[in-house]
Structure formats: C-alpha cells, structure tokens
C-alpha cells in the first residue's frame, strides 16, 4: 500500500555517511515530535536527480527554514558512501540537506513508493517523491507519474504547498 496524507510514516533504519564512517538511523527517532521535509529519487548521480531535484531544494532551503522545518532530507536506494558523496559533489551538504542511503530499499517499500525499470538498469528504486511531515504524520506528499519528472515533487512545489 503506498502512504497517502494523513499516515504516519514507517519507521525502519537508512544509513547516513558521517566523519567516522557510515552510520545507522532510527527513522521514527528523527520524525518524532518534528518538522521535517523528506525527498526521494531514483538515484544518486542519476540525469534529473542530479541537475533538477536535489538542486530545487538547495535553492528552496532558505524558504523551508522560514516555515520552521526542522530538516530536509534526501533519501535514495544508494549505499551511504555514494550518498556522502554525491552530497558533496551537488552542494546538498553545504546547503544543509541531509543525505540518506536506503541501500536494500527496505524503508522506500514500507513507503509504497518503489519501482523497477530493468531496461534502464533500475531495480528496486525509489519513485521521485517530496512530502512534507509534522511527528511523522504526512500533511503534504506529491509523487511524480514518471522517474523522468520533477514539478510536483520539486522545491519550489512543496515550499508553496506548507
């Protein structure tokens, strides 16, 4: 069943790269009793993960900040490695974006939001998705029709929709 507004995000665990090496999160721990902005897409160094989506929320991160998000997340079905990188090649870390692998996509399929494109060597990814949630119940979830497209799911979209 894929999430809808108004449900409580699953918990689970996703990686997230730190200065000492790869560290486990407690999901429900980090939406718990918070603001939080939370994005997926199918992959890290992917064409329009890469020059639309994560660039949309550096340019929307000052506008999240004013509506008193506490934290805006990018969240892929990479290993954390990949993730710490690619944060640091696109300027999502310096912007403050955290960057989170969902290495076996356990998290992404609680979602409802995963899919699989062998032809273009995708299995087991994330659609493109944004939502917004308050303690972990979504008040805003915008999920794109193709991994392709990013209007709804973009920045600029979801700061307007909060």
């Not at 399929?109 to 699989?116: Q, V």
Request: glycine share 12%.
């Amino acid at each position: 069943m894929t999430i809808a507004t108004g449900d409580n995000l699953p918990g689970g665990t996703v990686l997230e790269m730190t200065a000492e090496g790869p560290a486990t999160v407690d999901l429900a721990a980090k939406f718990k009793g918070r603001k939080v902005v939370l994005f997926g897409l199918p992959g890290a160094y992917t064409g329009v993960c890469s020059t639309a989506h994560v660039p949309s929320f550096i340019r929307t991160m000052p506008q999240f900040k004013e509506k008193g998000v506490d934290e805006v997340i990018c969240v892929s079905v990479n290993d954390p490695f990949v993730m710490g990188a690619w944060g640091k090649d696109t300027g999502a870390n310096e912007a403050g974006i955290t960057m989170m692998g969902d290495a076996d996509a356990g998290f992404i399929k609680a979602l409802g939001l995963d899919f699989t494109a062998p032809p273009a060597g995708l299995i087991n990814r994330s659609k493109r998705f944004a939502l917004y949630a308050e303690d972990g119940v979504v008040k805003v979830l915008e999920v794109e029709e193709s991994p392709g497209e990013c209007t709804i799911s973009a920045g600029e979209s979801l700061v307007e929709k909060i």
